[in-house]
């Protein structure tokens, strides 16, 4: 049974990951090794707290966030580690290599890399048998879906053991039956973000136009119908016709498209950098993560049926 968890990385997925597993009643120890960033992790995990409370999600048991600049003092006594550190794969291995005489035989470590495969991850650590993907969508605390991955040398039973957790959470666990770089989520997102620069490239729309098509057209039906029970949806035959002309005609590229060279040449971004697709003045950018959260809480709650 999983109760003690140790979350290594307080960077903009860490607090939010902590905060939902404290609700879920988990003892989370959370660790960075950049005061700056525990710093920063509280006021994060207030603002997720707020959050947790306007999306109904009942505090089971006692469960709590207690933030530390040990590491030895976060993983000691972890049923499960939650590698959360850049995704560089030197920089995980260390955090592996630090914690391997740190933690128990039995301790499952699991890692948010958003792509990396989990079968290079686990040639770092003694026990791969342990080691698992556990790939959060951001914000962590209000995106309910987890992909779990095994790579080649994952236990069935660590696998089983993190879908049934995310379960208990009342999260939605989506398990792969195969470690493919990039894993499924950020494979259909990266389809969908190499046609649309292609057609912003190609003078076809304009950013705004696309953005609203998306948003308004495909994406607020897929909250409601998948993209397979679309196919059904539109019909068989209809994706058949229309795919036999039109897969043709659709983005291809192996590289990286112009349009995003030449703006991250250009120092553009986005929010970080205050310009990107769109210009991001300081006063937008303290409105756009609170309006975001609040959409995103009020969606959620109609698709659970709570309003
Ligand atoms: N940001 C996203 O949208 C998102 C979504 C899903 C998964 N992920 C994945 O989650 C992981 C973390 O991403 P993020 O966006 O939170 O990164 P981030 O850069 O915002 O934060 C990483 C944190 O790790 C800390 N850190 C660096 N080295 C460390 C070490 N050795 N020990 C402890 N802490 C260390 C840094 O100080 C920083 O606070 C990455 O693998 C990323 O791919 C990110």
Same mark, same amino acid.
């Given at each position: 049974? !999983?109760?003690?968890?140790?979350? !290594?990385?307080?960077?903009?997925?860490?607090?939010?990951?902590?905060?939902?597993? $404290?609700? /879920?009643?988990?003892?989370?120890?959370?660790?960075?090794?950049?005061?700056?960033?525990?710093?920063? %992790?509280?006021?994060?995990? %207030?603002?997720?707290?707020?959050?947790?409370?306007?999306?109904?999600?009942?505090?089971? /048991?006692?469960?709590?966030?207690?933030?530390?600049?040990?590491?030895?003092?976060?993983?000691?006594?972890?049923?499960?580690?939650?590698?959360?550190?850049?995704?560089?794969?030197?920089?995980?291995?260390?955090?592996?290599?630090?914690?391997?005489?740190?933690?128990?035989?039995?301790?499952?470590? %699991?890692?948010?890399?958003? /792509?990396?495969?989990?079968? &290079? @991850?686990?040639?770092?650590?003694?026990?791969?048998?342990?080691?698992?993907?556990?790939?959060?969508?951001?914000?962590?605390? !209000?995106?309910?879906?987890?992909?779990?991955?095994?790579?080649?040398?994952?236990?069935?039973?660590?696998?089983?053991? !993190? &879908?049934?957790?995310?379960?208990?959470?009342?999260?939605?666990?989506?398990?792969?039956?195969?470690?493919?770089?990039?894993?499924?989520?950020?494979?259909?997102?990266?389809?969908?973000?190499?046609?649309?620069?292609?057609?912003?490239?190609?003078?076809?729309?304009?950013?705004?136009?696309?953005?609203?098509?998306?948003?308004?057209?495909?994406?607020?039906?897929? %909250?409601?119908?998948?993209?397979?029970?679309?196919?059904?949806?539109?019909?068989?035959?209809?994706?058949?016709?229309?795919?036999?002309? @039109?897969?043709?005609?659709?983005?291809?590229?192996?590289?990286?498209?112009?349009?995003?060279? &030449?703006?991250?040449?250009?120092?553009?971004?986005?929010?970080?950098?205050?310009?990107?697709?769109?210009?991001?003045?300081?006063?937008?950018?303290?409105?756009?993560?609170?309006?975001? $959260?609040?959409?995103?809480?009020?969606?959620? &709650?109609?698709?659970?049926?709570?309003?």
């Amino acid at each position: 049974m !999983i109760q003690r968890v140790a979350i !290594i990385g307080l960077g903009t997925m860490g607090p939010g990951m902590a905060a939902r597993l $404290a609700r /879920g009643g988990m003892d989370v120890v959370a660790y960075d090794i950049a005061p700056a960033a525990i710093e920063r %992790a509280r006021p994060m995990l %207030a603002a997720a707290d707020g959050v947790l409370d306007n999306l109904g999600i009942e505090t089971k /048991g006692t469960g709590s966030v207690r933030l530390t600049s040990e590491l030895q003092d976060a993983v000691a006594g972890a049923d499960l580690v939650i590698e959360n550190v850049p995704e560089k794969e030197d920089i995980k291995a260390d955090v592996y290599r630090n914690i391997e005489g740190m933690i128990s035989a039995e301790t499952i470590v %699991a890692s948010d890399t958003s /792509g990396i495969p989990i079968t &290079r @991850l686990q040639a770092h650590i003694s026990k791969p048998a342990r080691m698992v993907g556990m790939h959060w969508s951001n914000p962590p605390h !209000i995106i309910p879906m987890i992909e779990v991955i095994g790579g080649e040398q994952t236990a069935p039973e660590t696998i089983a053991t !993190i &879908r049934d957790f995310i379960r208990s959470l009342g999260l939605l666990p989506v398990l792969l039956k195969k470690d493919v770089p990039g894993f499924v989520e950020n494979r259909v997102l990266y389809a969908l973000l190499r046609e649309v620069v292609d057609l912003v490239e190609r003078g076809v729309i304009e950013p705004e136009d696309i953005d609203t098509c998306v948003s308004w057209g495909i994406g607020y039906k897929l %909250a409601v119908v998948g993209p397979m029970a679309l196919l059904d949806m539109a019909g068989m035959d209809i994706y058949h016709s229309v795919s036999s002309f @039109l897969n043709k005609d659709l983005c291809d590229r192996k590289d990286v498209a112009p349009l995003v060279t &030449r703006q991250m040449a250009d120092g553009k971004l986005g929010i970080k950098s205050g310009e990107g697709v769109y210009a991001y003045p300081p006063e937008k950018i303290a409105q756009l993560q609170p309006e975001r $959260a609040k959409k995103l809480v009020a969606i959620r &709650r109609i698709l659970e049926g709570k309003d």
